[in-house]
């Protein structure tokens, strides 16, 4: 599995981004996980392989995300941005082979909401 995010950038409080995250391969649940400076990652957003999406409470009625399935690729729109949502976004897959779980992770992608 390969995963390929896009997106990032540096907006102002209250800006929007979108990110992309194009997944090559089988994989059943994907996610959004961060890591601002000096903190340890944190899940964002998921969508399970129910089809059911999960958000963080710090992103919830913010941030939303998609997933269009013929193509493997999922979305983060990020609206009403905040300073706290500073971090470098990785783009996180799961799947299970011979019953055992596999997690992978694309490189990140650097979001700065600074005015």
């Known amino acids: 599995v390969q995963l390929q995010a896009s997106g990032g950038g540096l907006v102002q409080p209250g800006g929007s981004l979108r990110l992309s995250c194009v997944a090559s391969?089988?994989?059943?649940?994907i996610s959004w996980y961060r890591q601002a400076p000096g903190k340890q990652r944190e899940l964002v957003a998921e969508?399970?392989?129910?089809?059911?999406?999960n958000y963080a409470d710090s992103v919830k009625g913010r941030f939303t995300m998609s997933r269009e399935s013929p193509k493997n690729t999922v979305y983060l729109q990020m609206d009403s941005l905040k300073p706290e949502d500073t971090a470098v976004y990785y783009c996180?897959?799961?799947?299970?082979?011979?019953?055992?779980?596999?997690?992978?992770w694309g490189q990140g992608t650097l979001v700065t909401v600074s005015s």
């Open positions: 969508i399970t392989n129910g089809g059911s999406t």
């Open positions: 996180s897959a799961f799947n299970t082979r011979l019953g055992i779980g596999y997690r992978y």
């Open positions: 391969g089988s994989i059943s649940s």
